[in-house]
């Protein structure tokens, strides 16, 4: 089934199809998840809150809305989500800023 959609609906199917492809991998990398996003020194919580930021600064659209949807019903806010995503949008421009360094040193090397 084709989607004229950048980014096709996930479905069951889909789903299916995934693990049918690569079974063992599949069945590790969600018992990765499910180990990664359980209380621990960091709550449920705050876990789905970086993975909030996490997802703005790959730009993954499932994992925005999935993770966004978990923060929710694990007891964020709506200010605490967007709060996260300001967190990403200043780390990445900040990233993009700090990375001038290597420019301004490629262009001392260079007398042009």
């Not at 007891?75 to 301004?104: D, N, P, T």
Request: aromatic share 8%.
């Amino acid at each position: 089934m084709k989607s004229n959609q950048l980014y096709p609906e996930t479905t069951k199917e889909i789903y299916d199809k995934r693990v049918a492809l690569a079974p063992e991998m599949s069945e590790a990398f969600h018992n990765f998840g499910k180990a990664v996003f359980k209380e621990g020194a960091l709550s449920e919580k705050t876990k789905q809150l970086i993975a909030v930021a996490v997802a703005h600064v790959t730009q993954c659209p499932y994992c925005i809305r999935s993770h966004t949807k978990l923060a929710l019903r694990k007891g964020a806010s709506k200010e605490e989500v967007m709060e996260a995503i300001w967190v990403a949008s200043e780390m990445r421009a900040g990233a993009a800023y700090a990375h001038a360094a290597l420019a301004i040193d490629e262009m001392e090397l260079i007398n042009l």
